[in-house]
């Protein structure tokens, strides 16, 4: 079982910045895709940016030219850099690991990110 940690949520005023890490506890080389997703209140869990192990990015419409997503596969871990934030951007964010052949899929527990003045 891996598990995956997030970390570096919390509450930011329009226009500010925050770095959220994701650390995992074995090699994220092994997975195809590593990706950040997020829930608001209300709404659908929805991808917000993913990379591949090959380093290709994807990015949800409402954050792109904003948030920028990044691997270091020496230290398991995947960064999400959001600039530029604002109150929409308000949700859970949720770390996920996806291993397509092996057929393994995991989450972690989520961070919130809060963005209001």
């Known amino acids: 079982q891996v598990q995956l940690v997030e970390s570096g949520g919390g509450l930011v005023q329009p226009g500010g910045s925050l770095r959220l890490s994701c650390a995992a506890s074995?090699?994220?080389?092994?997975?195809?895709?590593m990706g950040w997703y997020r829930q608001a209140p209300g709404k659908a869990r929805e991808l917000v940016a993913s990379i591949s192990s090959g380093g290709s990015t994807k990015y949800g419409d409402s954050v792109k030219g904003r948030f920028t997503i990044s691997r270091d596969n020496a230290e398991n871990t995947v960064y999400l850099q959001m600039n530029n934030l604002k109150p929409e951007d308000t949700a859970v964010y949720y770390c996920?690991?996806?291993?397509?052949?092996?057929?393994?899929?995991?989450w972690g527990q989520g961070t919130q990110v809060t963005v209001s003045s």
């Open positions: 996920n690991a996806l291993d397509i052949i092996a057929r393994r899929d995991y």
């Open positions: 074995e090699s994220i080389f092994s997975f195809n895709f």
